[in-house]
């Protein structure tokens, strides 16, 4: 895969334009410039659209409307996005359904210290940022606990793709999901609390870099010690 092609060149500098349009703009500005860099994912599909399903293009809409929502009014519209984010989220599984298979997995790759050390800090990560954000969304808890539970979702599949092993570059799939945890522990506080135009940055430009390292793992993927890759789906 060529990394330097114009729509991986146009990807990374719209990275840098929202970083620094998080820091020196408004939401008003960022609400326009957010949907241009994942349009720079799409063009990066078409351009490999050989070997991902044509379910991500659609999936990269449901979170530019997503942005949408967050950045114009967050609180005012958590109700589309605790619609449209879990909707992203059991998408994303979806997508790696082919990869994803408990066969083969042994105990000890799951409840070993490093793991259950990394699975604790998630748990703790979220359990403080709900209840820290759990009084200003009292009528729109149940979207909350949606979201929760389908990131989760989409962690866990991540996750045991990664410890598996059976495919490579699974890598970019586990720095996939680590920006995602940053992203969503810091939204809620960066919305609702502490609006900080460093935060506002971090967030939006990361979550770019999720979503790149999520379709570089699709396009690059390939099984390990096996002869045929596992892409009849959708």
Same mark, same amino acid.
């Given at each position: 895969?060529?990394?330097?092609?114009?729509?991986?060149?146009?990807?990374?500098?719209?990275?840098?334009?929202?970083?620094?349009?998080?820091?020196?703009?408004?939401?008003?500005?960022?609400?326009?410039?957010?949907?241009?860099?994942?349009?720079?994912?799409?063009?990066?599909?078409?351009?490999?659209?050989?070997?991902?399903?044509?379910?991500?293009?659609?999936?990269?809409?449901?979170?530019?409307?997503?942005?949408?929502?967050? $950045?114009? /009014?967050?609180?005012? &519209?958590?109700?589309?996005?605790? #619609?449209? *984010?879990?909707? =992203?989220?059991?998408? !994303?599984?979806?997508?790696?359904?082919?990869?994803?298979?408990?066969?083969?997995?042994?105990?000890?790759?799951?409840?070993?210290?490093?793991?259950?050390?990394?699975?604790?800090?998630?748990?703790?990560?979220?359990?403080?940022?709900?209840?820290?954000?759990?009084?200003? $969304?009292? /009528?729109?808890?149940? &979207?909350?606990?949606?979201?929760? #539970?389908? *990131?989760?979702? =989409?962690?866990?599949? !991540?996750?045991?793709?990664?410890?598996?092993?059976?495919?490579?570059?699974?890598?970019?799939?586990?720095?996939?999901?680590?920006?995602?945890?940053?992203?969503?522990?810091?939204?809620?506080?960066?919305?609702?609390?502490?609006?900080?135009?460093?935060?506002?940055?971090?967030?939006?430009?990361?979550?770019?870099?999720?979503?790149?390292?999520?379709?570089?793992?699709?396009?690059?993927?390939?099984?390990?010690?096996?002869?045929?890759?596992?892409?009849?789906?959708?």
């Amino acid at each position: 895969m060529n990394f330097a092609t114009p729509a991986h060149i146009a990807c990374y500098l719209s990275v840098i334009a929202v970083f620094f349009c998080g820091l020196f703009c408004s939401n008003e500005v960022l609400v326009f410039i957010k949907p241009v860099s994942t349009l720079t994912l799409i063009w990066i599909y078409f351009e490999n659209r050989a070997k991902v399903s044509a379910l991500f293009p659609i999936i990269m809409i449901v979170i530019m409307i997503n942005d949408v929502f967050v $950045l114009s /009014d967050f609180d005012r &519209f958590f109700r589309y996005v605790g #619609i449209l *984010l879990p909707l =992203y989220y059991i998408l !994303c599984s979806y997508l790696l359904k082919p990869y994803f298979s408990l066969k083969g997995l042994r105990y000890l790759d799951i409840f070993n210290l490093p793991t259950l050390i990394g699975i604790l800090l998630v748990v703790y990560v979220t359990i403080s940022v709900f209840n820290l954000v759990m009084p200003s $969304l009292e /009528d729109s808890m149940g &979207f909350a606990v949606l979201i929760i #539970i389908t *990131l989760f979702i =989409y962690l866990g599949v !991540c996750f045991i793709v990664y410890l598996r092993n059976q495919f490579s570059h699974t890598n970019y799939l586990l720095l996939a999901a680590i920006c995602c945890i940053l992203v969503n522990a810091l939204v809620p506080i960066q919305e609702l609390y502490y609006d900080n135009p460093l935060f506002t940055a971090v967030i939006y430009s990361v979550d770019i870099v999720a979503m790149f390292f999520y379709l570089k793992f699709l396009i690059c993927t390939e099984p390990e010690g096996e002869d045929k890759l596992f892409s009849d789906y959708l």
